[in-house]
């Protein structure tokens, strides 16, 4: 099945679209390197099938995977950029700043206010107006409870449990507040 042309977004040089299933294996294999390095955390492979939706990707003119970025919903005012990358030799040419300024449109379709990210790249988040996060405790205890309910990693890494502290060490909590930087 073919996707629907109103999703392709061109820039250019290239172009960013919703992920398919065919892009999984890409996905994964781009990532390695990064995963290798610590910059991303490790996902198994079905990880990336059972959450294909939240994936945007960017590919050059001739369909080669540049980037990669998923934008995971926490709660009601609450979503996550997770994995977003590109490739070095596409780094400081806008691929990054598109899929991001992408999934921040979709956090505002989805009603979400505020999105938070785990990230090394810190300058990066810095200049999409992303601010790190002095107060580590930004939803309501009552909130909080419920999100220890969920299996996922990327909320226990947003809660900053103690599991979860080897996986994330040197990272930095960021959080954009979407209804004070309008698209």
Not at 98 to 103: E, G, K, P, S, Y
């Amino acid at each position: 099945m073919s996707l629907d042309p109103s999703t392709i977004v061109d820039h250019g040089d290239f172009t960013t679209r919703p992920a398919q299933t065919s892009d999984v294996q890409r996905i994964v294999n781009m990532a390695q390197p990064l995963v290798e390095k610590r910059v991303l955390v490790p996902k198994e492979r079905v990880t990336y099938y059972e959450s294909i939706q939240e994936f945007l990707v960017a590919e050059d003119r001739g369909g080669h995977l540049i980037g990669f970025g998923a934008l995971h919903v926490m709660w009601e005012d609450l979503a996550e950029v997770r994995t977003l990358a590109t490739l070095d030799s596409w780094r400081g040419l806008g691929v990054g700043s598109a899929l991001l300024q992408q999934l921040l449109n979709r956090a505002r379709v989805l009603g979400v206010s505020r999105v938070f990210c785990l990230t090394f790249e810190v300058d990066f988040f810095l200049r999409q107006n992303f601010r790190i996060m002095a107060d580590q405790a930004p939803v309501d205890p009552e909130v909080y409870v419920e999100l220890l309910r969920s299996p996922d990693e990327g909320v226990a890494e947003f809660l900053d449990l103690a599991r979860v502290k080897p996986n994330t060490l040197g990272n930095t909590r960021m959080i954009l507040d979407l209804d004070a930087n309008p698209a």
